[in-house]
């Protein structure tokens, strides 16, 4: 049997990995293309092999970093484990990649919500990166759950924002909160909480502006409305999600930092891995933030939302080699 068919063995784990395998065809062709091609114009004991297989992960957004612990390894293990064909060594950077990543203890993508509680979830990251697309689509998710959900529009800066989320929890059938345009969006909380409490409502979706233009600013407004949700409701937020946008590579990882210094990021939400080829930053961002990515997006429809798994990730970059 092979590699990936021992990892897939429930019919949902395949139906899964599927959709990452259709959703990241653009890294699979970089990543995996290119390697295949190197490993079919080059012998393995070629002095270049290992630059060339660097500089493929390199351009891909894995990370400077990140690539040369891992090339490192491969290299070592080339030796220890006798590997002789291009075939043996594809095999083994999959599943070096799978040792060196999956067994990892930051590869939790649990959700942080209770039963018999109100939960609220705030999501941050800066415009454009897609925070009302996934807010949409987990609100699906968890309705479908049969959770009562309310999305909050606390992105009171941007003109059209508060319509926009308005227009999704018309689509997935939620409730809404919201107060004008300009509005102090720790007071939108607030007064989201107390309909919330009156309304029996389970999960609270909570959108923010994030404007990264003058840190300070950032950091007082995520503050302030961190401290009225935990006024008004003990151990919330309960997660605070961090946004990212994979076609910005390098560029999303730096800005993860910012954030992750202003406030406590409890999870990551990879969103546009089908639109890019450098779906390598997943290694990146588990090797230099430790913080584990939750969910990804693969694509802009409600149900092209994937509770991130890195093992249906591998498939999706690697596809059904071995
Ligand atoms: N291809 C693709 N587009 C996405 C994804 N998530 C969001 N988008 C698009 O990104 C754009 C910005 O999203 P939006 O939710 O308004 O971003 P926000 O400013 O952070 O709230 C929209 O056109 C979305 O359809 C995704 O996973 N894949
Ligand atoms: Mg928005």
Redesign the pocket.
Known sequence: MGFFSKLFKTKERRINAQKYKIGMSKTRDSIFGNVKELLETKSLDSDDLFDELEEIFIMADVGVNTTVKFVDQLRKNIKTKKITSSDLLMELIIEEMYTMYVKDDIAVNEINIEDNRINVLLFV????????????KVANELIQQGKKVMLVAG?TF?AG?IE?LRIWSERVNSEFYCNEEGSDPSSVMFDAIKYAKEHDIDVLLC?TA?RLQNKKNLMNELDKINRVINREIEGAPHETLL?V?ATTGQNGLSQAKIFNEVTTITGIVL?????TAKGGIVLAIREEMGIPIKY?????KLE??ERFDFEEYLFGMFGDVI
């Open positions: 990251g800066v415009n454009g990166v897609g925070k009302t697309t996934t807010i949409g992105d941007r924002a926009q959108d994030g946004v946008d969103t546009k891995l089908d639109g990804v997006g693969l694509g802009e092209d939302l």
